[in-house]
């Protein structure tokens, strides 16, 4: 999974569950909302959930259940950035570049990038912004970069 978050929300990067048909639809709702021609949008994705009004969006997880606000206009704006990023990755294989980075720092220090430390499969990374869950079964690590990323499937 790559993801792209944000400091200004929490766990934001699970937004990047949205394909882009779902997030140019959104896009095109939240700014309905923003303009006043709808008076509020409820999205998101299964972990991540979003009630937008015209000026403020409170989001949450699905397991807790604080709410905070984060400016709407400041959400859209997260949200062309994620569409930005996933076209990227689609038109000129991005992705392989940022997981191969991913792949190859995990792989010189496991530990130091482990998502949980009751799991030896996720492992979990940022790098300029980008955030990275990476699965690797212990037969990966004897893969080079270009043997891991040869065998990756995208889905976006």
Do not use: H
Not at 69 to 89: A, D, M, S, Y
Not at 118 to 139: A, F, G, K, Q, R
């Amino acid at each position: 999974m790559v993801g792209v978050g944000t400091p200004e929300m929490e766990q934001a990067s699970d937004l990047s569950d949205m394909g882009l048909s779902e997030i140019t639809n959104t896009l095109a709702e939240l700014n309905a909302v923003i303009e006043g021609q709808l008076d509020y949008l409820d999205w998101g994705t299964d972990l991540f959930y979003v009630s937008s009004e015209a000026t403020v969006s409170n989001y949450g997880r699905y397991d807790k259940a604080e709410r905070p606000q984060v400016p709407t206009i400041g959400l859209r704006n997260f949200l062309i950035e994620l569409k930005k990023f996933k076209e990227q990755c689609l038109t000129k294989d991005y992705y392989k570049v940022i997981i191969g980075q991913a792949f190859t720092a995990i792989k010189a220090n496991p530990l130091q990038y482990k998502r949980w430390t009751t799991s030896d499969l996720y492992y979990l990374i940022t790098l300029n912004n980008i955030t990275i869950t990476l699965v690797l079964e212990p037969d990966d690590f004897d893969l080079s970069v270009g043997q891991y990323i040869t065998q990756l499937a995208r889905s976006f």
